[in-house]
C-alpha cells in the first residue's frame, strides 16, 4: 500500500431492484444537464440508434430493441465522478460493477483506490463519495435497498388502518 501511494475503497451501494427501469427520453434529456455524463448519453443514443435501426429494418419485433437504463446510467456517472475526483488516484483500477443481487438489493460495487494511504484521510474521501451518491442517487429515478424500520412499520400500519369516510 506505502509502494503504490494508494489505499483500496471496495464497498457496495445496495439498488432497490424494483426501481430499475428503462429511461424515456424526456428523462435522457433531463439527466444531460449532468456533465460528467452528457458524453455517455449520446454516445449511448448513437450506439442504440444504429443498432435497433438494423434490428428493426430486418423486420424484428420492436421488443427486442436496446434501451438505456436508469441503472446503467447511474453506473456510468458513478465512473465518471471517481474520474474526476481529486481524492482517487487514476493511476489504479478504478470500476463500478453489478455483484450478484440478492434478498439486500443489488449491490453496485466502487472498487477504486485514493491517492493517500493516510488512514484518516482516506476514510474521508471514501465518505465523501458515498455521501454524494446517496444523495444523488434519487436523480436517478432509483432506490437504495434498506430494511424496513420502525418508522416503515408504523408509517405503513398507519396507511393500513386509516378509518373509512
Not at 113 to 120: A, I, M, P, R
Amino acid at each position: 500500500m506505502s509502494e503504490s501511494g494508494g489505499r483500496r475503497i471496495k464497498r457496495s451501494l445496495y439498488i432497490d431492484q424494483t426501481s430499475v427501469r428503462f429511461l424515456t427520453e424526456e428523462e435522457r434529456q433531463r439527466l444531460r444537464r449532468f456533465a460528467l455524463i452528457d458524453d455517455y448519453l449520446e454516445r449511448k443514443r448513437a450506439q442504440l440508434e444504429a443498432y435497433n435501426e438494423v434490428l428493426l429494418s430486418e423486420g424484428k419485433d420492436p421488443v427486442n430493441t436496446r434501451r438505456v437504463t436508469n441503472l446503467g446510467t447511474f453506473r456510468a456517472y458513478i465512473a465518471e465522478y471517481l474520474r474526476a475526483h481529486p481524492g482517487v488516484h487514476q493511476g489504479m483500477t478504478l470500476m463500478v460493477r453489478q455483484l450478484q443481487p440478492g434478498a439486500t438489493g443489488l449491490p453496485l460495487e466502487i472498487y477504486c483506490f485514493t491517492n493517500t494511504t493516510e488512514w484518516v484521510a482516506y476514510e474521508g474521501i471514501q465518505a465523501d463519495i458515498f455521501d454524494h451518491l446517496y444523495a444523488i442517487v434519487r436523480e436517478f429515478d432509483l432506490r437504495v435497498f434498506q430494511e424496513p424500520t420502525g418508522q416503515d412499520l408504523r408509517a405503513w400500519r398507519a396507511e393500513s388502518v386509516k378509518p373509512e369516510a
